[in-house]
């Protein structure tokens, strides 16, 4: 044979044997072509084709050649524990010639219905990083020499060449899926967001900053202006993040600005805050009407944390609104003689969003006991969602020592 007939049989061989890995999206599909490869170049029983499942971090046996499935699991589950983990691990090549022979006790083989007699296994290198292991093995001894060795080395770097760009496309599909994931984001966010440039052009805002825009006579392309104009100024000479609270007709916003020095640009991302300032306004007029009661007035916020005590508390308890910020009342009120089953009713109501109304026994700051009379309302806003709890509290002290005597 001709030196140019013997490469030109070389080269269509390569070629078709990169034609089996055409189409490769799957670790599986990988497989499947180093069989073929194998296939060709081998007249084998049995072989094993062993890929690294990184997130499971062990090995997955997907072509099992002369094996039943519960041999195959049952090859993969041990995998780790065995030769063919050996050499994945130590990304060296393992040539047993004769099983029998094998006084080291090299490999341990898995259950299976033949016996082995002689195998090769090589790991597959990706980037110099060992990412599966291919075995072939016979149920006779002596069944392979140096040149089988050689293809199977071969055909593992043919395949560690298809690993990487597996890889790399299985990558490059993540990165495309993030950023139309996150193109979709401004869209589809139902509050306002917008981009100005440092000419103080509006060059980008969302669907919904469409009410705000239509409000302030603002589209694409056109300058701010006003109080936004000097929050803007102001976050990019400090390249800092300012917060601006803007009004409207119809609605509050809060708008948080937020410089990009490096491509010249401010993403500003707003929310409606209206409801929320309904809430505070209402809480702020129910705060001074308390300061004018002789009741205890005790505010909290769904989950039953101190957010605001008046004056008469502070008088009765002796705890100020420093004390009580952020605490449950019960910890700092409820001491060794308040009654547990009284108090499993307030919690029950706080964790139902339902009022109550009991008589329970408190403690000072002093760590005097006094009685109290207490009326718990929850609050809810327009969307019917739980907001607050007011606890109204009557100094009942006196009744209740006129009812032990």
Not at 96 to 113: E, G, L, Q, V
Request: aromatic share 8%; with cysteine; proline share 3%.
């Amino acid at each position: 044979m001709s030196k140019q007939l013997y490469l030109s049989k070389i080269f269509k061989s390569l070629n078709r044997y990169a034609e089996y890995f055409a189409g490769v999206q799957t670790q599986h599909d990988l497989a499947i072509g180093i069989e073929r490869v194998i296939d060709e170049l081998f007249d084998q029983q049995y072989s094993g084709i062993y890929l690294y499942d990184f997130e499971a971090k062990k090995l997955r046996l997907h072509i099992a050649r002369g094996f039943t499935e519960e041999e195959r699991l049952e090859a993969e589950r041990t995998a780790m524990d065995r030769h063919p983990g050996d050499v994945f691990r130590n990304n060296k090549v393992l040539y047993i010639p004769d099983t029998d022979k094998d006084t080291k006790s090299s490999t341990i083989t898995s259950k299976r219905s033949f016996n082995v007699k002689s195998r090769i296994y090589a790991p597959i290198l990706s980037g110099g990083k060992p990412v599966g292991v291919i075995g072939i093995v016979s149920d006779k001894p002596n069944m392979f020499d140096g040149l089988d060795m050689d293809l199977l080395l071969f055909i593992c770097n043919l395949a560690g060449i298809f690993s990487t760009i597996l890889n790399q496309i299985t990558e490059l599909k993540a990165a495309n899926e993030e950023i139309s994931s996150l193109s979709k984001f401004p869209t589809e966010n139902p509050n306002p967001i917008m981009r100005i440039d440092y000419k103080h052009t509006l060059v980008y805002a969302n669907i919904a900053s469409q009410p705000y825009l239509n409000t302030h006579k603002l589209s694409i392309g056109m300058n701010i202006t006003g109080d936004f104009r000097a929050a803007v100024t102001e976050s990019m000479l400090t390249n800092e993040v300012v917060e601006l609270e803007v009004r409207d007709v119809n609605a509050i916003y809060l708008f948080v600005i937020t410089p990009v020095k490096e491509s010249r640009h401010l993403n500003i991302y707003g929310i409606n805050i209206t409801e929320r300032k309904v809430i505070e306004n209402e809480l702020r007029k129910s705060s001074m009407i308390a300061e004018k009661t002789d009741n205890a007035i005790i505010i909290t916020d769904e989950f039953g944390a101190t957010e605001y005590v008046n004056e008469s508390f502070t008088r009765m308890s002796g705890y100020s609104i420093q004390d009580m910020i952020g605490l449950k009342p019960g910890k700092l009120l409820q001491g060794k003689d308040t009654d547990k089953k009284t108090s499993k009713i307030i919690r029950k109501a706080i964790d139902d969003g339902k009022s109550a109304s009991v008589e329970i026994l408190n403690y000072t700051k002093d760590g005097d006991p006094y009685w109290i009379k207490m009326e718990l309302q929850p609050i809810f806003n327009n969307k019917n969602e739980l907001t607050n709890f007011t606890s109204i509290q009557t100094d009942i002290t006196q009744e209740k020592n006129l009812e032990k005597n």
